[in-house]
């Protein structure tokens, strides 16, 4: 374990999981393990029985869909963002030529 990590031990779906972490980084991963015990949770939740790697492949391929839509409409927003300030500098630049 490197100098400045720290073990930490979190829960998921009753079980522990220990890992290194920087400690400026303790109460993020914190936070995502709780977060990811509660997808999980509710995946498993849905009624049949399912192993926990199928609930957790199921809860990664929910995530990276939402990751991918969120990607997807930052990436328009900036793009919409990107276009109207190119409009407004050529306007702009007109307005100074005239």
Not at 58 to 84: C, G, I, P, W, Y
Request: negative net charge; aromatic residues 4%; without cysteine.
């Amino acid at each position: 374990m490197d100098k400045t990590t720290e073990p930490i031990s979190v829960m998921i779906l009753d079980r522990e999981y220990q890992f290194a972490s920087d400690p400026e980084e303790r109460k993020d991963l914190k936070a995502a393990a709780e977060f990811l015990d509660e997808r999980m949770r509710s995946i498993k939740g849905v009624g049949r029985l399912m192993t926990l790697e199928r609930v957790a492949v199921m809860t990664a391929l929910n995530l990276s869909n939402e990751l991918l839509k969120m990607q997807t409409h930052e990436k328009n927003r900036v793009e919409k963002f990107d276009s109207r300030i190119r409009i407004l500098a050529d306007e702009l630049d007109s307005a100074l030529e005239g």
